[in-house]
């Protein structure tokens, strides 16, 4: 059964730090990698795909990374803002079967951003 | 290109009652996932349909149940309603879901309260 854990579970910075969120799977053997942001009462904005045959994807100022062989995914985020402050939840899709279209979460990290 | 549609976004019910929830997929994707998010138990997979098709269900009670229409709208059905229910039911959409690695997107979701 596939496990996802994010460390750490809550982060508070300031404003302009680099920082870098932790995700870790329990079975290698996925298709993707999903991270994404949750504002308070609201939907999942979709940040960054990795695929499985992908080390890394970058979109602006967040940068994602995987290592499939340990199960480990990091979403680095440079130069933070108070407008970063979220929910950001990592979410892996395994292979078809019984697992269509199904998606396991991470618990999330809460992430504060102060100025 | 429009996102991803539910309605309604809030419910409250009573204990007992049935609720029906809807979601409008991304135009052209055929895939479509319901979640159940609580605060203890995170996001939690319910069922995925593919072309008016349940591929896979989650581990829920059969009161929970879903539906897809021709046009890939998608409807998600509880009955018998009890305050464990209470929670933020989300919907993603995704062009092919478990086949290959496609991008999963997210609607704001429902909130349902039950008293």
């Known amino acids: 059964k596939q496990e996802v854990t994010q460390i750490p579970a809550a982060l508070s910075v300031p404003e302009g730090e680099n920082l870098v969120l932790n995700c870790s799977f329990t079975d290698s053997a996925i298709y993707n990698l999903q991270w994404f942001r949750q504002d308070p009462g609201k939907g999942l904005t979709s940040l960054l795909l990795i695929q499985s045959s992908q080390r890394e994807q970058t979109s602006g100022r967040l940068n994602a990374s995987l290592d499939k062989s340990s199960g480990r995914s990091t979403l680095y985020i440079a130069a933070s803002q108070p407008g970063d402050s979220a929910t950001y939840l990592c979410a892996v899709r395994i292979g078809g079967g019984t697992s269509y279209g199904k998606l396991t979460f991470g618990q999330g990290t809460i992430l504060t951003v102060h100025p | 290109k429009a996102g991803v549609t539910q309605t309604p976004r809030y419910l409250i019910k009573t204990r007992g009652q049935q609720v029906t929830l809807s979601c409008s997929p991304i135009?052209?994707?055929?895939?479509v996932s319901w979640y159940q998010q609580t605060p203890g138990q995170g996001l939690q997979f319910l069922f995925e349909y593919f072309s008016e098709t349940q591929r896979n269900k989650g581990n829920f009670p059969g009161r929970f149940s879903g539906r897809q229409f021709s046009n890939s709208r998608s409807e998600m059905n509880v009955s018998t309603l009890e305050l464990g229910d209470s929670a933020l039911y989300l919907c993603?959409?995704?062009?092919?879901?478990?086949?290959?690695?496609?991008?999963?997107?997210f609607g704001q979701g429902t909130r349902l309260t039950v008293v």
């Open positions: 135009s052209g994707h055929r895939s």
């Open positions: 993603a959409s995704s062009l092919l879901g478990g086949q290959g690695g496609t991008e999963a997107f």
